[in-house]
């Protein structure tokens, strides 16, 4: 199966911590990936986890797989403005394909 | 390149025109794709490239939509007749190797009127 899930939008004060969870279907997907896309702009490749790995630190981010569960989550860490954006969980699909979700509008405010 | 450049970035087409978008990978990656991305931020798998050759082309609309990555020189996707319904952005991801991550470009908005 190809069908990803998250939640659609997320309000966070800044500087506080941001979690932005997912749910895949394809057990036999290699990675899973957040993509990040401004308003008007491409989708920016923000990290990445290989299936065999529970976890990920990378800066302010942490990305936790739960396999069993299918679930995937993204911490932003101290989130700031720069940080408002569309996120995009993806799978991969057939080892090479990717099939996205519907993409989690996280808004800053101040 | 060291990114996946996509031109143009804006494309306005009247009903009936034909459209094409180019596409040039990160130099040594052997794996290209196009998506559509819709509404609703969904994206919708095209066509798949491994080097000059179609991978996968299971979500290509074959009526109108076209796609080719020859030697030395930039992919490209046309669509014949563009229809109302196929005002999207449309972007272009290049791989190393099959399993590995897709790196997207910026997108080219296809805007039919």
């Known amino acids: 199966g190809e069908d990803v899930e998250q939640s659609l939008f997320l309000s966070v004060r800044e500087g506080d911590s941001s979690v932005i969870n997912c749910t895949y279907t394809?057990?036999?997907?290699?990675?899973l990936y957040w993509y990040k896309q401004e308003p008007g702009a491409g989708l920016q490749l923000l990290t990445y986890i290989f299936s065999n790995m529970d976890m990920k630190q990378d800066q302010r981010l942490t990305v936790l797989l739960n396999k069993k569960d299918k679930h995937l989550s993204l911490r932003i860490a101290d989130t700031q403005t720069g940080d408002s954006a569309i996120y995009f969980c993806a799978e991969t699909f057939n080892d090479y394909k990717l099939s996205f979700g519907a993409g989690t509008t996280v808004t800053v405010r101040a | 390149g060291e990114e996946v450049a996509q031109t143009p970035k804006h494309l306005v087409r009247g009903e009936g025109q034909k459209a094409k978008l180019y596409c040039a990978p990160i130099k040594g990656h052997s794996y290209v794709f196009w998506y559509q991305q819709v509404l609703k931020n969904e994206f919708k798998f095209l066509i798949s490239f491994q080097n000059e050759n179609v991978f996968d082309e299971t979500g290509m609309p074959k009526e109108r939509f076209s796609a080719k990555c020859l030697p030395n020189s930039p992919c490209s996707l046309e669509i014949q007749a563009t229809k109302l319904e196929d005002s999207a952005v449309y972007f272009c991801a290049s791989s190393l190797g099959q399993g590995t991550p897709l790196h997207f470009g910026n997108g080219t908005r296809l805007t039919v009127t």
């Open positions: 394809d057990s036999s997907s290699t990675y």
